[in-house]
């Protein structure tokens, strides 16, 4: 079997990630005081960089923003993570 769970660390604003194509974003959410995304990959296939953004509650997204991966909460906030164009 060539499917595998991988785990990224997530800063605010924009984050290219180096991943196999055709991935399934799974889950966001902290971990160790820190943001992350969990990817379902195919590591046979062939690497690209796809960016999301991770953006606040009540703060400015880009203009190209595309379709909502996840949302977590730290404390009383919450964070939205989108996959954006490069």
Known sequence: MTKVVWKYALAAGKNTLYIPEDCKFLHVDVQDGKPHIWVLVDHTK?????????????????????????????????????EVPL
């Open 46 to 82: 062939r690497y690209s960089e796809i960016c999301v953004f991770l953006a606040a509650t009540g703060e400015h997204l880009p203009e190209n923003v595309g379709h909502h991966v996840g949302t977590f909460l730290v404390n009383e906030f919450v964070f939205h993570v989108f």
